[in-house]
T-cell receptor, first 114, second 114 residues
Framework: SQKIEQNSEALNIQEGKTATLTCNYT??????LQWYRQDPGRGPVFLLL?????KEKRKERLKVTFDTTLKQSLFHITASQPADSATYLC?????????????FGKGTHLIIQP | GAVVSQHPSWVICKSGTSVKIECRSL??????MFWYRQFPKQSLMLMAT?????????EQGVEKDKFLINHASLTLSTLTVTSAHPEDSSFYIC??????????FGSGTRLTVV
């Protein structure tokens, strides 16, 4: 069965450092991989999408890599801030078009300590 | 950008009663809407997918007679939890996708059945 593993349930990082979150998957060949942020009691908020033929995508302080050989994505937040504290979800999508469902990881709870 | 409004944000109901949750796309037409359920510290689990004007497609293990989904227009989908029981207490989240947008999530509904 399809499985998504995110590196840990909680990750503590000192403010200003780079936070790196890991997403590994098995039995899946996603066309797209997405990262979402979820705050307690709220719905997920889209951050970045990377396609299977892309190696890296950046957006401001965020960077995502996608290695389809290793079946792994890394999500980096540089110059981390306490406001970045949240749960980050790795999400796989089988194809484009917006009509297919998503498969979610459990998420990594990131805590940025001042 | 695309906005999805979900109401109510929280609801407490008595066991045996029914609860309706609304999901509206405010500035785009959502051809497909998804309903998810999330238990504490767990990933979002897809319950059903609905396309406007047609019956919803339920995931395995989700009772369609208990979780009634209506997608009567391109901007509104509703999820009704019928004869709710304490084990139905969870965080319910809707997501919408349209022709030009990826996935946009609602803010979620915390259901507590007492």
């Amino acid at each position: 069965s399809q499985k998504i593993e995110q590196n840990s349930e909680a990750l503590n990082i000192q403010e200003g450092k780079t936070a790196t979150l890991t997403c590994n998957y098995t039995n899946y060949s996603p066309a797209y991989l997405q990262w979402y942020r979820q705050d307690p009691g709220r719905g997920p908020v889209f951050l970045l999408l990377i396609r299977e033929n892309e190696k890296e995508k950046r957006k401001e302080r965020l960077k995502v890599t996608f290695d389809t050989t290793l079946k792994q994505s890394l999500f980096h937040i540089t110059a981390s801030q306490p406001a970045d504290s949240a749960t980050y979800l790795c999400v796989l999508e089988p194809g484009g078009g917006g009509a297919d469902g998503l498969t979610f990881g459990k998420g990594t709870h990131l805590i940025i300590q001042p | 950008g695309a906005v999805v409004s979900q109401h109510p944000s929280w609801v407490i109901c008595k066991s045996g009663t029914s609860v309706k949750i609304e999901c509206r796309s405010l500035d785009f037409q959502a051809t497909t809407m998804f309903w998810y359920r999330q238990f504490p510290k767990q990933s979002l689990m897809l319950m059903a997918t609905s396309n406007e004007g047609s019956k919803a497609t339920y995931e395995q293990g989700v009772e369609k007679d208990k979780f009634l989904i209506n997608h009567a227009s391109l901007t509104l989908s509703t999820l009704t939890v019928t004869s709710a029981h304490p084990e139905d207490s969870s965080f319910y989240i809707c997501s919408a996708s349209g022709e030009y947008y990826g996935y946009t999530f609602g803010s979620g509904t915390r259901l507590t059945v007492v």
